[in-house]
């Protein structure tokens, strides 16, 4: 209780000022404080996730997924206890700090005018290829070229417009994942739409007869002087690795990764998307079988990674690692398959990366690395509309004494 005394003649009497406890004032507070140590224990938890196999415990990649969500419910919750002047502004201020180096992985800062044009211009592709120690390197998962399309005319537009993409990009190398032909006609359309791309290897999953078939595909305008095809036990995802002869003469050993998938239906998705956990199958119900579905597939993940890590690591060539690998930069395996590579977007990229189009936009789950004997030059990846992926774009350059700027 506060006063001040006030002086009558001899006598003194106080006021009290004093004010009454404000219930919800402090229930408010509460539930700030336990907010902002659920976030906290939360990120710190997905930063431990990139150092456990799922397959050993599989609690941790859960929150690694939400990492992108973590540091937004962090960095929120800093500024919340900022501006109320509390010293819990603390908590998440030293929780981001920890995770700085995930951080870079997420989002990079770069204000760089026409930024993204600069890679499609066609006199900086013309320079491009003029330069022997230059590759360009795209990779897409195209959704089977289905996407939004329930007729065959509609893959076709499909198949015509991501073409129609590549010859604006002048891609060196072309990596697709869920590569899907249909029938003979379409193997046609695309030996004519990427005529400018001869050398082509395929993994096809099923199919695979005439070249018509369901899988991984590489299409290049480099040699592909040999290829191994892998496809993981017990999944439907794959790796299509290629050596290919560059214009330096050199070779470099493209590993093009599918691994697997969260199996994640359209219907589950858009439930997430739009916070609807309550459904015919009860909510309880819907929390354990999404639950479930990725617990099994990050152990499965984990031991694909773990073999196509090693077969990085004994590699005689310089590397350039790429594809759909269906986990985020704060996870076992983006740290277990980059290795000692480069991630071109912390190098290259800018702003906020995400490849995934789902979920809120917030998962930059495709990747390109490569050997620190390349330097990244330019990063892209746009927002298109015909898969529920982005693709990602990579200009580099091997240096001359081997070593690239890898920041």
Same mark, same amino acid.
Request: no cysteine.
């Given at each position: 209780m506060s006063a001040s005394r006030n002086s009558a003649g001899n006598e003194y009497y106080y006021i009290d000022q004093s004010?009454?406890?404000?219930?919800? #004032?402090?229930?408010?507070?509460? &539930?700030?404080?336990?907010?902002?140590?659920?976030?906290?224990?939360?990120? %710190?938890?997905? @930063?431990?996730s990139t150092g456990i196999s799922p397959e050993k415990n599989w609690i941790f990649a859960f929150f690694?997924?939400?990492? =992108?969500?973590?540091?937004?419910?962090?960095?929120v919750m800093l500024l919340v206890w900022v501006v109320r002047w509390r010293w819990w502004a603390l908590v998440p201020a030293v929780t981001l700090l920890l995770g700085i180096g995930h951080l870079r992985s997420l989002v990079r800062f770069d204000f760089r005018k026409d930024y993204q044009a600069e890679e499609s211009d066609p006199g900086a592709i013309a320079a491009r290829r003029k330069d022997p120690a230059q590759l360009a390197v795209l990779?897409?998962?195209?959704?089977?070229f289905t996407r939004g399309q329930t007729e065959h005319r509609g893959y076709l537009r499909t198949l015509d417009s991501i073409a129609a993409y590549a010859r604006r990009m002048q891609p060196d190398i072309i990596c697709f994942q869920e590569y899907e032909t249909m029938q003979p006609s379409d193997v046609q359309r695309i030996d004519s739409l990427y005529r400018e791309w001869p050398y082509r290897s395929y993994n096809f999953i099923y199919g695979g007869k005439g070249d018509i078939g369901y899988g991984t595909a590489v299409f290049s305008r480099l040699p592909i002087l040999a290829a191994r095809r892998t496809i993981f036990e017990g999944s439907s995802n794959s790796l299509l !690795?290629?050596?290919?002869?560059?214009?330096?003469?050199?070779? %470099? !050993?493209?590993?093009?990764?599918?691994?697997?998938?969260?199996?994640?239906?359209?219907?589950s998705q858009e439930r997430v998307e739009r916070l609807q956990v309550r459904g015919q199958d009860g909510a309880e119900q819907f929390v354990r079988s999404l639950g479930s579905r990725l617990k099994a597939n990050y152990r499965r993940r984990a031991v694909q990674v773990d073999? %196509? /890590?090693?077969?990085?690591? /004994? /590699?005689? *060539?310089?590397?350039?690692?790429?594809?759909?690998?269906?986990?985020?930069?704060?996870? *076992?395996?983006?740290?277990?398959?980059?290795?000692?590579?480069?991630?071109?977007?912390?190098?290259?990229?800018?702003?906020?990366?995400?490849? @995934?189009? #789902?979920?809120?936009?917030?998962? !930059?789950?495709? *990747?390109? &690395?490569?050997?620190?004997?390349?330097?990244?030059?330019? *990063? !892209?990846?746009?927002?298109? =509309?015909?898969?529920?992926?982005? =693709? %990602?774009?990579?200009?580099?350059?091997?240096?001359?004494?081997g070593k690239g700027s890898g920041k």
């Open positions: 004010r009454p406890v404000n219930v919800w #004032r402090v229930l408010l507070d509460i &539930f700030l404080v336990l907010l902002t140590l659920g976030l906290a224990a939360g990120l %710190v938890m997905a @930063y431990l690694g997924l939400g990492a =992108p969500f973590l540091f937004l419910g962090n960095f990779t897409y998962n195209v959704h089977g !690795r290629a050596d290919l002869l560059t214009p330096a003469g050199d070779t %470099v !050993r493209l590993f093009n990764n599918h691994l697997q998938s969260t199996q994640v239906d359209e219907l073999t %196509v /890590s090693r077969m990085i690591a /004994s /590699s005689p *060539y310089p590397a350039i690692v790429v594809g759909d690998f269906n986990d985020t930069p704060v996870s *076992y395996t983006y740290k277990k398959m980059r290795g000692g590579l480069e991630d071109s977007f912390i190098n290259a990229g800018a702003g906020f990366a995400y490849t @995934y189009n #789902r979920l809120f936009s917030m998962l !930059r789950i495709d *990747y390109i &690395f490569h050997s620190p004997v390349f330097e990244t030059l330019g *990063y !892209r990846s746009d927002g298109l =509309p015909w898969s529920d992926h982005n =693709p %990602v774009f990579v200009r580099m350059r091997r240096v001359p004494d």
